[in-house]
């Protein structure tokens, strides 16, 4: 999410004030923000670990979680921005119902900030369009009551192996296994013991699929997405498979080394086409291996991810291509 939609909400100071939470991800903000809201006591609730980082300076007025009614009925003023999932937006706005009468929605309109009422009519007495600048849309909504809001009730699922793994709305592979998470799933046999790490776990269905096959494992789950956390602790509790889960971007909060470290890597992160947390991954791994280590990542077929394990590895090695996708397997740390 650009800033644009921070600028938008700038040119109405009066709906910022110790009242108000900002409901919604985006770490891209104007120069500024962070002051002018600091200063009006504004709060932030985000479930991506880089936007309530960004907004570190509101201190206890910055949340990091999955938004919850009991943090939202704490405000009068509910302003949320639309994300682009537009099932999670509709979650979200029956989510704010159960607390709050009314809402703020502020979206970009490529990301369907121009459609709000209309996605949100069944959920609505009324939707009235307050502004729009900077390719964005303010909105006004009066909210029809909603009561007894369960994540759960919005969750969908899939099964992996005869057991169903839950996923969050807005979480990635949600309702079905990703066809590049099958290859691999379909080529690495589980292995049986060590430390394993699925980094950008979603649901959890790596890391948890593979201590379902083999409980001596030591697994951790990482994720930078506060719903996909929370999908995988439910999984993690459902199934009765124990792993660590924590909440980092990239390796940043992951300590140690591990036997083996997958992940089916994000690329696609706003309109652009966003490498780096791949190329990242290739070149931190290094201090997170045993020396006899193994970094496995499955990926979109045109993306050369060889080339960057190269730069970081001793041997790389393609072991599978299907479906449009390949499979990495690294190994070697060049330095570590
Ligand atoms: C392609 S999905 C894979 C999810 C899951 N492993 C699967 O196979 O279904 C990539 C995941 O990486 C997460 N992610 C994106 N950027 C990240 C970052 N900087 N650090 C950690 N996780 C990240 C996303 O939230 C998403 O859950």
């Known amino acids: 999410m650009s800033g644009d939609v921070y600028e938008l909400l700038l040119r109405h100071p009066h709906l910022l004030d110790q009242n108000t939470l900002i409901v919604g991800a985006g770490a891209s903000h104007p120069p500024g923000l962070v002051a002018t809201l600091r200063d009006h006591g504004c709060s932030v609730l985000s479930w991506d670990l880089p936007t309530a980082n960004a907004f570190a300076a509101l ?19 509910i302003i949320l921005l639309w994300p682009k999932s537009k099932l999670l937006a509709r979650t979200l706005v ?25 996605a949100c009519s069944q959920l609505t007495a009324s939707a009235e369009k307050l502004d729009s600048a900077r390719h964005c849309t303010l909105w006004h909504l009066q909210l029809n009551a909603e009561s007894g809001f369960n994540w759960l009730k919005h969750a969908d699922s899939f099964t992996f192996s005869e057991q169903s793994y839950i996923t969050l709305p807005g979480v990635f592979s949600h309702g079905a296994l990703d066809k590049g998470t099958a290859v691999l799933l379909e080529h690495v046999p589980a292995p049986a013991h060590g430390r394993l790490l699925d980094l950008g776990c979603g649901s959890g269905i790596i890391g948890l699929s593979m201590k379902a096959v083999s409980p001596a494992l030591d697994v951790t789950l990482a ?13 993690s509790t459902r199934l009765n498979l124990p792993a660590d889960i ?12 591990f036997d083996f470290i997958f992940s089916n890597p994000p690329f696609h992160q706003g309109k652009e086409t966003d490498y780096e947390f791949a190329r990242q991954l290739f070149r931190d791994s290094c201090r997170h291996l045993t020396s006899d280590g193994q970094l496995w990542i499955v990926a979109n077929r045109h993306l050369k991810y060889e080339e960057w394990a190269r730069e970081s590895y001793a041997q790389v090695e393609l072991m599978a291509q299907e479906q449009g996708f390949k499979l990495i397997c690294a190994q070697q740390p060049i330095q570590s």
């Open 59 to 77: 201190q206890e007025n910055s949340h990091y979680s999955l938004p919850q009614t009991e943090t939202l009925q704490k405000f009068s003023r």
């Open 94 to 118: 029956t989510l704010i119902a159960n607390s709050n009468t009314e809402c703020y929605v502020a979206g970009a309109n490529d990301s369907g900030g121009k459609s709000v009422a209309k």
């Open 223 to 235: 994720d930078i997405d506060a719903m996909a956390i929370r999908s995988a602790q439910l999984n």
């Open 246 to 257: 924590v909440a980092s971007d990239g390796l940043a909060e992951i300590e140690g080394r």
